[in-house]
C-alpha cells in the first residue's frame, strides 16, 4: 500500500507545482476582444445604450463588446456564469427586453447555439464601458 501511496502524492505534488507556475495563453476569443480594445480609452459606465448605434458583437468568456466602427466600442461585463460557455463558443446572444430600443443593464441574455438554436445559457447585461479612440 505504502509503494502505491508515495507515488502518487509525488505526482500530485508536482502536477500542481507545474500547474501553478505555467501562464495560461488567454483563449482567441479572450485575445479578439483585448486587440479590439488596444489603443482606445475606457469612459464612465453608462446604463443603457441604443441598440441603433451597435453594427457588430464580439465576445469572450463573460464579455460583450458593442462595436461601432474601429472608433468606439462598449465593453459590457456580464452578470452571471451562465453565459460564459457560451460567449467563449461564439454562440449567438439573444436579447429580450428591448421594449426601449435600448440594451440596458439588468436586461437578460440568452445564448443560442448557431445551429439548431439549443439554449446554451442565461445572464444578465452588466453596465456599458465605452472605449474611444483620442485623436
Given at each position: 500500500?505504502?509503494?502505491l ?11 500542481a507545482?507545474?500547474?501553478?507556475t ?34 457588430e ?28 460557455r ?14 426601449s ?10 445564448m ?24
Amino acid at each position: 500500500m505504502i509503494r502505491l501511496a508515495v507515488p502518487a502524492a509525488l505526482l500530485l505534488t508536482l502536477g500542481a507545482t507545474s500547474a501553478g507556475t505555467q501562464t495560461r495563453a488567454p483563449d482567441r476569443a479572450t485575445a479578439r476582444v483585448e486587440k479590439t480594445l488596444a489603443g482606445l480609452t475606457p469612459g464612465a459606465p453608462q446604463r443603457c445604450l441604443r441598440r441603433d448605434r451597435v453594427t457588430e458583437l464580439r465576445t469572450a468568456p463573460n464579455v460583450i463588446l458593442y462595436v461601432a466602427g474601429r472608433d468606439r466600442v462598449w465593453r459590457n461585463d456580464v452578470v452571471g456564469e451562465g453565459c460564459a460557455r457560451g460567449l467563449a463558443r461564439g454562440d449567438i446572444v439573444v436579447s429580450r427586453n428591448l421594449v426601449s430600443g435600448e440594451y440596458c443593464s439588468g436586461d437578460l441574455i440568452h445564448m443560442r447555439v448557431r445551429t439548431g438554436g439549443t439554449l446554451t445559457g442565461t445572464c444578465s447585461l452588466g453596465q456599458f464601458v465605452p472605449y474611444t479612440r483620442n485623436r
